[in-house]
């Protein structure tokens, strides 16, 4: 269709204007081709004929359906008013800020703080595609980021616009996000430092200027470098043309850096008191704009912020004061005072405060900084000139040194940051971020804006030629051909400020001139390049300037001070002198070797697009000029490098107003920073792009049937395309995208539009039609009803007369009268029949009651004497029973305890025989002894009487020997001496021997006879009892037989009551029946009583219906003309009175035989229900009370069996003492032989050497005392065992009669037992209680045998264990789970973990919930019972630490975490069941309360498994929200599930993912079938009810906050369509939670939010009604999201009207009220607190097995 086709009535078309750019109006009349006006209707209703050229028709206006795009590039229309209209809405209306255009993002500045830049922002726009939110300088970021890592190349995002556009805002937001979405690995906190350095770049290069108050005064790249992880590890800044001059020069109402009034507002502060500074309003530099503060800010409060960050940055203390003192230098510089001396000199006062406090800071010499600030060094070829300075040119060398300085400290300040911010090792990527000036025109322009514009022609070169490469990459893409686009070039611009003979090369070569000044440059201008180039222009009116047409407008420069600022230059004599400063800082600013200009230049491996042409004189480097021409350079390589993204500030008004909106002003910089050249490239192709789903979605309306019909959509479309556009070159089909060309998606728009509303107009019709037929039809039947009133009126009034008035009016009275005679005739009737009825009635019942309890009562009285004759009976059996049992129990205990002690006398006869022998050999040893010692006193007297022989033999000798008798003397005093020491010792030793050995036989001899004597009297009473248990023998075994006949009577007796429980089963299994039965009868029953009631009431109105008709049907004059006179004499005045009496009796008559009849049908089958009800009920509770006496009767046995099983357990521990007594009897007799033997063997040494007598009798006393210990001990040992003997003879014969009984008992109880049980189960509890009781019986028989008879095994549930097979528990039943591979598919009953990895072998195990749980409990009991604490708690930490170790190995797996969770759980709660506190216990069986823990309070452990439990749930939690989160919003707000209604709209450049095929992507049906799957597995892992109930609400509640989020950030899915969208998928939530009855979770609850936004979408937004009930009704919604849902809200038709800023403004006034904080989102990671119920586990320990699977066979249940 052509253009001009579409200029048809009713279009909107758009017209300059003066104030507002672009005017819209609407065409009254259709244009055709040739006419000169348009006739067209403003907005204001001004009807106006505007005049047009035929070739340039003004640019139609796109459908309100199109407004407010979030991607320009969508309008149907590109142009100019259609940009700006759209970012109009989007600002004013939407309170929107960022928009799409092509590839760049626009950003206006809103001039106020709003809620959109959040943590929750960036999580929410992290990971998403760009296309898939709203435009967002997070999702330009995020686009960057995730090219980067999915390309491995470097990005670089370009942020531009003029001053107060919000460049710095949005370049500092881009690098929050990267270190926000990649946190550093390491310590160090790079991130932290990477944004530290935007507070100091800004405090020393930002300043406030009239329109921005934190306008950055210098460029800057900032290259963030990441890792391979793609992880923040560095970064480093580049910066570009520092305004210098603003050191020295503000502007009115502008301010100098922001640094300079920090420091001055902290200059009363201790540490910077050494400055001597004083408020900014006392320094020149800082006072000139007039303007020293910024409204809201507070400088001291800044100084510290920027101290704290060069203190995280690593800057100390030291460096800052060195800055502070630099920067304090140049304020006292600025006030140095030069006085005027003539007209050709000046001078500076020496005793100037400022020069001595300025030199003293950067310790200078102050005399010579004063003279040479006043002189000036000329040095020639032959001699050196000192000139001196006017006072002008000295304030200006002043201002130069400031501004020298500065500069340098800048960049120091710069360079130490990136030091700060190097990194070891080599940066895999990285992402730049350039934060420059825009395109800058004021009223006077110099050498700053001409370096500002020509490096945006740079960069809008290398922007035009991103964009065709692009378009250039969609077509190929879309396999359509590609024609060649023309765009602009800006080269020829760039070419006559760079190129050879350039504009900077002049500049630069007119610097080198001593002479040289910007006119004689200026005039080299005029002469090189008026009339020569087209883009170089002279003014008219001035010769002082120049203009140059940029590439967004022409810009008149003033040439005066270029040169200046150009060169840039500081007397030499100054820089000396500051040179040789002490200060370290300050001569370092000034050395020969100055750093580079780009220190992370040789890192970059780059190639320039176009070659950059270099002066050979290298002189020309050293200037402004240059220097900024090869950093261009340098920058245009980098971006050439990498991928651009694009980011074009804009700035809405010059009064810095929030949300106001000057068309004029952002219209200029629309085409300043090259978005409108976008949308003149993409319009001259094919700029509108839809998928063919989208497509399809949105035109099918325009489709017919046979169309539909097809498969193919993609065909579909094809077709219908072709029908709709005739013209094939007004589109082209791609492989996924239909390809307009402008006005084409208008046009079709257009046509969707006129079937809508001719759709509309039908159904109008009909509604109206329909409305005026029934409104005509009321009409109708009223007009009818008024005609049949008239008409009877008329009529009545033509009938009636006087006389027919009087006769009307007397037969009424004659009626009144008659009719109330013949009614209450009839109620006294009825009255009587009713009286009559009752009392027979109630004689009745009182009868059948009266009979009904004689029966009873005599029924009651039969079945007490019954049941006690019943009782009686079956405690004389039972208790005959019992006495059989105890008196042969008793029999056999005797008879064994006279066997055995028979056996221990005879073992005491031998033993005291053995006893006897041995003092009688000790005796023998003892006379021998005696014997010997005599021998050894004769031999002593013999040996005497030898030396007196001797003694006379030597005195004869030493008469002849006396030489040698002296010696001789000598030796025998000593051997004297010595021999009498010895005879005395020996003899003293013998006599204590033999009195201890006396004294030895006479003990022996006297414990010997009282044994004797203790023998003999025990002989005699052992004697007596046998005699007399003789006796009782023979009765007992009379008793026997009679015993063994009552067992088989008790037998029979058991089987009847077998029988009899039988059939008590099948009665109780019929009660069921029996009640149902009863109710339906009593329903029945009141169902009879409400149908004779009404069929009561139906009879009466019969009765009075027959009156009538008899009254009626009889002719009065005909019966009196038959009735005889004596029948007349019985008629009253009125006669027809006693006829009407007559036949209203025989009526009633009838009647009431009628009515007889019924009711005596109904009172029998009332009475023959009543009676089956009462059989039935006497059955039931005569059923009830045998059921509570077997109850009873079974209670009583499980009482008495656990009491005997409680004894019997005491049994093992006395054998295995008994046992340990006997051993050490054993041993005790087994030592005492021993030492006998040693005796004699010590005795016969004594005899054999007599020189050993002192240690024999050692010996032998030692021997002797250890004798009489083992005697004494060996005595009360026999007593003992003898005692113990006789008392556990006596308790295992109790203990085998209980258990007899305990096993008649228990299989009483089995058969009670039973009636709830499997019939299996009782079969096999059956069959193991009579294999116990033949078991039993055998052991009866054996007497000889001590050991108590083998019990069936009664498990106390415990598992026994040994330490060291703690890490063999914790391996195969915790840890195994992970790591066992899966064995089959054929497990049924196990949780799905279980299923995978712990398949049984062999036998499939029903397996409870938390089976591990209760196993390591049963372990933890073993434990508490061997009172081992050292073993509890190494058991319980190595089981913690195992359930830790198999959590993090399946730290991802959310079964085996839903399983650990579960049995986490349940042995928490199993240490609080049997924990024995009374909190717990009360939940407990008695059977349960039994094996509570004994000796540990494990309530630290608790604790313990409580904070294991809460990190199992979180983790459980976090790998649930991960599986399910990706699903949300695609299932939630994507996803269409109601056909018919979709909200699909043009998505523009953006949006590139879409396509036909569309099976991959999320539906509801997907989120409902992952909840589904969640909870089928944590049911089959048996987690408990409370804790999935938290689980679900934590889901529900992500699902809401998630869906809510997007739904906040996608303007495109605020609609009404898709708020009904929502509210069906929430249904189906809410089906889902009623299904699996999860209505009390409260997960419901949380998708409030959601369900009201939902609700706020569909609501209508018009009245203060609406904005009323908006108020009321979302209350879970905060005032900010509100507000965001109605400014976002965007109509899908024409049909549909925008929500106006006043509505808006009307509810964000009523909700002002509200307490709510700013926070735009939802916190998607908060979690509800967890709570874990304690809820008893119903399963005995006893009854718990382990699977074979489990490989716990080390494992015995005790």
């Known amino acids: 269709m052509a253009l001009a086709e579409l200029y048809t009535q009713y279009n909107r078309v758009w017209i300059p204007d003066s104030e507002e750019v672009w005017q819209s109006a609407e065409i009254t009349k259709d244009y055709k081709a040739g006419d000169r006006f348009l006739r067209v209707q403003l907005e204001d209703g001004t009807e106006l004929n505007y005049p047009v050229d035929p070739s340039a028709l003004p640019p139609l206006r796109n459908p309100d359906i199109l407004v407010g795009e979030n991607d320009l590039t969508a309008l149907s229309y590109l142009h100019e008013p259609a940009v700006l209209h759209n970012l109009k809405v989007r600002f004013v209306e939407s309170r929107l800020i960022y928009t799409y255009s092509g590839i760049i993002l626009v950003a206006i500045n809103p001039y106020k703080q709003l809620p959109i830049y959040g943590d929750a922002i960036i999580h929410a726009y992290s990971g998403q595609n760009m296309g898939d939110m709203d435009p967002h300088i997070f999702a330009v970021a995020e686009e960057a980021y995730k090219q980067m890592a999915r390309n491995s190349k470097n990005q670089s995002i370009i942020v531009s616009g003029e001053s107060g556009a919000g460049k710095t805002v949005s370049a500092r937001y881009t690098m929050r996000y990267f270190a926000t979405v990649s946190k550093s690995s390491s310590n160090a906190h790079v991130e932290d430092k990477v944004l530290a ?33 793609y992880r923040i590890i560095g ?146 070829t032959s001699e050196t000139v000192i000139k001196p300075m006017t006072k002008p040119q000295a304030l200006n060398a002043r201002d130069a040194l400031a501004k020298k300085i500065y500069s340098h400290l800048f960049d120091f300040i710069v360079e130490r940051i990136n030091q700060a911010l190097q990194f070891s090792g080599k940066q895999h990527t990285f992402i730049g971020v350039l934060d420059i000036y825009g395109f800058e025109t004021f009223d006077v322009n110099s050498f700053e804006q001409f370096c500002i514009n020509y490096a945006n022609e740079k960069l809008q070169q290398q922007f035009n030629l991103h964009v065709f490469k692009l378009e250039q990459e969609e077509y190929m893409k879309e396999d359509i051909p590609w024609t060649l686009i023309d765009f602009y070039d800006n080269q020829p611009v760039i070419d006559l400020i760079e190129a050879k003979m350039g504009i900077l090369e002049l500049l630069d070569e007119e610097c080198l001139l001593p002479h040289g000044t910007d006119e004689n440059w200026l005039q080299k201008l005029y002469n090189n390049f008026v009339n020569k180039n087209t883009l170089f222009e002279k003014p008219r009116m001035s010769n002082t300037s120049f203009i140059i047409q940029h590439f967004a407008d022409k810009v008149e420069y003033k040439c005066e001070g270029f040169l200046e600022k150009n060169r840039d230059t500081v007397y030499e004599v100054l820089m000396e002198i500051l040179k040789e400063s002490k200060f370290h800082l300050c001569a370092s600013f000034f050395q020969d070797n100055p750093a580079p200009i780009s220190p992370f230049s040789s890192t970059i491996s780059i190639k320039s697009a176009r070659p950059v042409l270099k002066s050979p004189n290298k002189q020309l480097r050293m200037t402004v000029g240059s220097k900024f021409r090869s950093s261009l350079s340098l920058l245009m390589e980098t971006l050439n490098a990498t991928t651009p993204h694009y980011v074009r500030c804009i700035k809405p008004n010059d009064e810095k107003q929030p949300f106001e909106f000057d068309s004029k002003r952002v219209a200029q910089q629309l085409r300043a920073c090259g978005v409108l050249e976008t949308i003149r490239i993409s319009a001259q192709s094919y700029p509108s792009r839809w998928t063919y789903i989208e497509f399809f979605s949105r035109y099918s309306i325009l489709m017919t049937q046979q169309e539909l019909s097809f498969n193919d959509k993609k065909q579909i479309c094809k077709i219908v395309l072709q029908r709709l556009i005739q013209d094939p070159n007004q589109y082209q089909f791609g492989r996924t995208k239909i390809f307009f060309r402008a006005g084409q998606v208008a046009y079709l728009e257009k046509l969707r539009s006129d079937k809508l509303r001719h759709a509309c107009i039908v159904i109008q019709k009909s509604v109206r039609g329909w409305l005026q037929r029934r409104r005509f039809l009321r009409m109708k039947q009223a007009a009818v009803t008024i005609q049949q009133y008239c008409r009877g009126q008329r009529a009545v009034r033509q009938a009636i007369t006087a006389q027919a008035l009087k006769q009307t009016w007397a037969a009424i009275i004659i009626q009144k009268y008659c009719r109330g005679y013949l009614v209450r005739k009839l109620c006294q009737l009825i009255q009587v029949a009713a009286v009559t009825i009752q009392a027979y009635t109630r004689g009745f019942l009182a009868r059948r009651k009266y009979r009904k309890m004689l029966e009873e009562h005599k029924a009651v009285i039969l079945q007490k004497y019954a049941r006690a004759w019943l009782a009686r009976r079956r405690f004389q059996n039972i208790r005959r029973f019992v006495l059989n049992i105890q008196l042969s129990y008793r029999v056999q205990r005797l008879q064994k305890k006279i066997e055995e002690q028979s056996k221990e006398n005879h073992g005491l006869l031998e033993r005291l025989t053995n006893l006897a022998s041995t003092h009688m050999n000790d005796l023998d040893t003892i006379q021998k002894l005696e014997s010997e010692l005599e021998k050894l006193a ?92 003789k006796g009782e023998i023979k009765v007992l075994r009379e008793e026997k037989t009679q015993l063994q006949q009552q067992m088989q009577q008790e037998i029979a007796i058991q089987d009847d009551l077998k029988i009899e429980v039988g059939q008590l089963t099948k009665q109780v299994q019929k009660i069921p029946e029996l009640q149902k039965e009863i109710e339906l009868l009593q329903m029945q029953k009141l169902d009879v009583e409400k149908q004779a009631q009404s069929q009561k009431r139906e009879m009466r109105e019969k009765m009075s219906e027959v009156t009538k008709q008899l009254l ?120 005492l032989q021993e030492q006998t033997a040693k005796l004699k063997e010590m005795s016969n040494r004594l005899h054999h050497e007599p020189e050993g007598d002192r240690t024999l009798r050692r010996t ?14 060996l005595n009360v040992i026999t007593q003992e065992m003898e005692g113990l003997s006789n008392g556990l003879k006596q308790d295992e014969i109790q203990a085998e009669v209980k258990s007899k009984m305990k096993q008649e008992t228990t299989r009483l109880t089995v058969e009670n037992m039973d009636l709830e049980e499997e019939l299996d189960m009782k079969d096999r509890i059956i069959k193991k209680l009579e294999d116990q009781i033949k078991t039993l019986t055998k052991t009866i028989e054996k007497g000889n045998e001590v050991s108590v008879s083998a019990l069936s095994k009664e498990y106390i549930g415990m598992m026994e264990y040994k330490r060291e097979d703690e890490e063999r528990i914790v391996q195969n039943l915790i840890l195994a789970v992970s790591l066992r591979s899966a064995l089959g598919t054929s497990v049924y009953f196990l949780p799905s973990p279980l299923q995978r990895y712990l398949k049984p072998r062999g036998v499939v195990v029903n397996m409870i919930p938390g089976l591990p749980a209760h196993i390591l409990f ?115 707000l994507e996803y269409e599930s ?99 009855n999860l209505q009390s979770s409260n997960a419901k609850e949380t998708l409030e939010p959601l369900s009201q936004a939902a609700w706020l979408l569909q609501v209508k937004k018009i009245t203060d009604d609406d904005a009323k009930e908006i108020c009321e009704h979302c209350t879970s919604l905060s005032t900010v999201q509100i507000v965001k849902i109605l400014n976002s809200y965007t109509p899908i038709d024409d049909f549909e009207k925008r929500v106006t800023p006043s509505f808006v403004r009307k509810v964000q006034a009523m909700l002002n009220s509200r307490e709510d904080g700013p926070q735009l989102m939802l916190d998607t990671k908060y979690h509800f607190q967890v709570t874990f119920p304690f809820t008893p586990s119903p399963h005995d320990l006893e009854t718990i097995q382990v699977p074979s699977s489990f490989k716990l066979g080390f494992l015995t249940r005790v």
């Open 938 to 1029: 004769a031999q002593k007297r013999t040996h005497e009487e030898k030396g007196k022989k001797y003694k006379e033999d030597s005195e004869q000798k030493i008469l002849k020997l006396e030489s040698q008798i002296k010696e001789l003397r000598e030796q025998k005093e000593t051997l004297e001496v010595k021999l009498q020491e010895k005879t005395e010792e020996m003899k003293e030793k013998m006599d204590d021997l033999t009195k201890q050995l006396f004294d030895d036989v006479r003990k022996e001899e006297s414990q010997r006879m009282i044994l004797e004597k203790n023998f003999q009297s025990q002989k005699q009473d052992y004697e007596k009892e046998i005699e007399s248990l």
């Open 1260 to 1273: 032998n006393e030692i021997q002797n005392e250890m004798d009489v210990t083992e005697k004494g001990r």
């Open 197 to 229: 350095s935007n507070p100091i770049t800004e405090a020393v290069g930002n300043a406030k200027t009239t329109r921005n108050d934190n306008s950055s005064r210098f460029g800057k790249y900032t290259e963030i470098s990441f890792d391979p992880s």
């Open 1112 to 1231: 009626e049907s009889y002719d009065f004059e005909d019966v009196r003309s038959r009735l005889s006179t004596e029948d007349l004499e019985h008629l009253n005045e009125d006669g027809e009175l006693w006829f009407a009496y007559e036949g209203l009796k025989k009526a009633t008559r009838v009647l009431e035989s009628h009515f007889q009849s019924q009711k005596e049908n109904y009172e029998k089958e009332i009475e023959g229900l009543n009676l089956k009800v009462e059989h039935l009920s006497q059955d039931i509770n005569h059923l009830q009370k045998l059921f509570r006496e077997e109850n009873d009767i079974n209670d009583g046995i499980r009482l008495e069996v656990s009491r005997l099983t409680s004894e019997n357990l005491v049994i093992p521990d006395l054998k295995q003492q008994v046992s340990e007594l006997e051993n050490q009897k054993l041993d005790l007799e087994n030592r």
């Open 1418 to 1532: 049963m372990c933890v009991r073993y434990a508490d019972y061997l009172n081992d604490a050292d073993m509890l708690k190494s058991f319980i930490n190595v089981t913690i630490g195992g359930i830790k170790q198999a959590v993090k190995e399946n730290s991802e797996d959310f079964e085996m975490l839903s399983f650990w969770l579960s049995n986490t759980y349940y042995f928490l709660n199993c240490l609080k069941q049997y924990s024995g506190e009374e909190e717990f216990m009360k939940y407990n069986t008695p059977r349960q309360n039994k094996n509570c823990l004994k000796h540990f309070d494990l309530s630290e452990y608790r604790q313990v498994l409580s904070d294991l439990a809460i990190r199992i749930y979180h983790q459980f939690i976090l790998v649930m929200e991960n599986s399910i989160q990706h699903m949300i919003v695609p299932g939630m």
């Open 235 to 380: 970064a480093n800044m580049r910066t570009y043309l520092l305004e210098k001059s603003r050191v020295v020069f503000q502007s009115e109402n502008e301010r100098n850096y922001h640094i300079f009034y920090q420091l001055c507002a902290s200059a009363m502060q201790p540490e910077f008191k050494h400055l001597k500074l004083g408020s900014a309003e006392e320094f020149n530099y800082t006072r000139m704009g007039g303007s020293t503060t910024i409204e809201g800010v507070d400088d001291r409060a800044n100084m510290i912020e920027t101290q704290k960050t060069f203190a995280l940055l690593g800057l100390k203390e030291d460096f800052q004061m060195d800055v502070f003192k630099t920067l304090a230098a140049i304020l006292h510089l600025g006030n140095l005072e030069i006085t005027a001396v003539g007209d050709e000199r000046s001078s500076v006062n020496l005793e100037d405060n400022h020069l001595n406090v300025f030199c003293e800071l950067l310790e200078l010499n102050s005399d010579k900084m004063a003279q040479w600030l006043c002189h000036r060094k000329i040095i020639t």
């Open 1538 to 1636: 109601l056909q018919g209604i979709s909200g699909l709209k043009p998505t523009g450049f953006r949006k590139r993912s879409s396509s036909i095929d569309d099976t991959d992507t999320y539906t509801m049906t997907s989120i409902l079938q992952q909840l589904s799957y969640f909870y089928s597995t944590m049911c089959q892992n048996g987690l408990d009810s409370e804790l999935l109930k938290q689980a679900v609400k934590q889901l529900f509640f992500l699902i809401g906050a998630v869906t809510l989020n997007s739904l906040l950030l996608r303007k495109d899915m605020c609609s009404c369509r898709k708020g009904m969208q929502i509210r069906c998928n929430i249904s189906y939530l809410e089906e889902w939670l009623k299904d699996k």
